[in-house]
């Protein structure tokens, strides 16, 4: 496939605006729909293909919005339909995509199914929409031990013997994909955001939608991230097939993109030919920066994807991580940035790691992400990753919102330090290098195709590849910098010269890259 003809997020850059805390255009604290319909100029010059618009649905708001009233409306507090659909005009005349964040597997406990469910009593109909077994010991004890991932027991009981699944906050029931109600309301749900225009979704909690059946306990010995009876089981692609023959009934290149966090070969079935076109490639983001590691890592997953025709999905951050710039460091966030900027794929970068936001360690008041208090107060959940952005020097709540609103989550002293006002002006800025590396991109490694030529002869702590007509090294970690002049013209840089950094060179010059040629000096 070539660049001109390959669709927009084979090789995009998706920006994942995280609504409640991009800009709050209504002064209630809270980002919404038309504060990030005001900023959508700044992600046309930050050069991203599209955005990635978390949930804005009506919600209870026990997780931040993943916990869905109504799948087909917009919450009035982050504004109406018709703020959507002029995000989604505005976007398109701004040359951006729009791609919205669907939450199948579950629904808010206010969600008018789960209410008639919990009133109608054991075995009724109503509760077939939703996983309900008896509890054991005559329903004192609950059916399985599988745990929620958000802390405790997955399990809630309804109060009369009955116990309904939750895998994530007890305001969350699962929803049983195996109902004809229950693929029926997806299917409109997929089908209602597609017909007003949006040019892709991300599936969220996309691995959850079968359980197995006979709710199996789960095995001895059994870690988070083991494989398990409720998660990438065989059928729950049998819905990817289904979501995928929707899409593809709609014009233009409409993208899924399934949020997995599994290894590659639980993720690579997801992008068959007749699945979904992208999963994430979020394993990366837990490992530490090790060149030897992250080689193996991203071989893997480009041959997880590549084998089906896809590339893969770079996740550099998102909402449920920790922040890129305090995970990796401000330099490692750099550099990996670089290099999934320049790896076959489509990049996603999570709102605000563009200024190398740290993460915040939030008073304990102020948390509001039920991790924090399902795990007891031992996770501190993920709000540190989700402060609202800085977009003015100060003081608070730093253009985020009018001034003197006070903001749903606090902003930090000194906030401002990382504005964007004061990163525009700084040549040197995060920002301005996301902005530099995203044009330069286009030009060096879009459409380069899927191969990667590793370079082998790199000194210990260095990572290396050759594509098209380019080539990307990496240093993971302090160290002496090589004589790189071997290798090619140095377009980019990026990372710290006491840290990791990433070099973007022109020039494929083959047969220079052994140690001597290169004037590497091997550690
Ligand atoms: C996904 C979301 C996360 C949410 C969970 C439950 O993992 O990214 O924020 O808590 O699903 O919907």
């Known amino acids: 496939m070539t660049a001109v003809t390959a669709p927009w997020w084979r090789e995009g850059v998706v920006h994942e605006v995280y609504v409640r805390s991009f800009s709050d255009g209504t002064g209630d604290g809270v980002g919404d729909l038309p504060g990030l319909r005001a900023r959508l100029p700044y992600l046309r010059d930050l050069g991203v293909d599209a955005i990635w618009v978390t949930p804005f649905y009506p919600s209870a708001d026990h997780d931040a919005g993943y916990d869905v009233i109504d799948h087909r409306a917009v919450d009035p507090r982050l504004g109406t339909l018709d703020d959507l659909d002029a995000v989604v005009a505005d976007a398109h005349a701004?040359?951006?995509?729009?791609?919205?964040?669907?939450?199948?597997?579950?629904?808010s406990s206010e969600h008018p199914w789960f209410r008639a469910a919990a009133e109608a009593g054991p075995g009724s109909a109503e509760r077939a929409r939703f996983h309900v077994r008896p509890g054991r010991d005559g329903g004192a004890l609950p059916p399985t031990g599988w745990p929620s991932i958000f802390g405790g027991s997955a399990w809630e009981p309804f109060g009369d013997g009955e116990w309904y699944l939750h895998l994530f906050d007890v305001?969350?029931?699962?929803?049983?994909?195996?109902h004809p109600d229950v693929r029926a309301d997806a299917e409109r749900t997929l089908r209602f955001w597609l017909d007003r225009g949006v040019d892709g979704v991300r599936f969220d909690a996309a691995g959850g939608l079968t359980k197995d059946p006979a709710y199996p306990e789960l095995p001895d010995g059994w870690q988070p991230g083991h494989a398990s009876p409720y998660s990438d089981l065989d059928g729950v692609h049998d819905h990817y097939r289904r979501f995928a023959k929707v899409l593809s009934e709609y014009d233009g290149d409409r993208v899924g993109v399934a949020e997995v966090w599994g290894e590659p070969h639980v993720i690579g079935p997801y992008v068959r030919p007749d699945e979904l076109q992208q999963a994430f490639a979020i394993d990366p983001l837990f490992r530490p920066l090790d060149a030897t590691l992250w080689r193996r890592l991203l071989a893997e997953q480009l041959d997880a994807v590549v084998r089906h025709g896809r590339l893969p999905a770079?996740?550099?951050?998102?909402?449920?991580?920790?922040?890129?710039?305090?995970?990796?460091?401000e330099d490692g966030a750099r550099a990996v940035l670089l290099l999934m900027l320049a790896l076959p794929g489509c990049v996603y970068l999570y709102a605000g790691d563009e200024l190398a936001l740290p993460e915040v360690d939030l008073p304990?008041?102020?948390?509001?992400?039920?991790?924090?208090?399902?795990?007891?107060?031992?996770?501190?959940?993920?709000?540190?990753?989700?402060v609202p952005l800085p977009w003015t020097t100060g003081p608070a709540p730093y253009g985020f919102a009018p001034d003197g609103t006070p903001t749903w989550l606090p902003q930090p002293d000194g906030w401002g330090t990382h504005a964007v006002e004061r990163?525009?002006?700084?040549?040197?800025?995060?920002?301005?290098?996301?902005?530099?590396?995203?044009?330069l991109r286009d030009e060096l490694w879009r459409g380069a195709g899927d191969e990667v030529t590793w370079l082998e002869s790199l000194p210990a702590g260095w990572l290396?590849?050759?594509?098209?007509?380019?080539?990307?090294?990496?240093?993971?970690?302090?160290?002496p910098d090589p004589d790189l002049g071997g290798l090619g013209e140095v377009l980019l840089t990026g990372g710290a010269s006491d840290g990791s950094?990433?070099?973007w060179l022109r020039g494929d010059r083959p047969g220079t890259t052994t140690d001597e040629e290169a004037g590497w000096d091997r550690r």
């Open 423 to 439: 990163q525009e002006a700084d040549p040197d800025s995060m920002l301005a290098l996301t902005r530099r590396a995203i044009r």
């Open 171 to 178: 305001h969350q029931p699962d929803l049983n994909h195996d």
């Open 314 to 329: 770079w996740a550099h951050g998102n909402h449920d991580v920790k922040r890129a710039a305090t995970r990796w460091g």
């Open 94 to 107: 701004l040359g951006l995509r729009v791609m919205v964040d669907l939450v199948l597997n579950h629904v």
């Open 501 to 503: 950094a990433t070099w």
């Open 464 to 479: 290396g590849f050759r594509r098209g007509a380019a080539t990307c090294v990496t240093r993971f970690g302090a160290g």
């Open 364 to 386: 304990d008041e102020a948390i509001t992400d039920p991790t924090y208090r399902r795990s007891g107060g031992t996770d501190r959940g993920r709000d540190g990753a989700r």
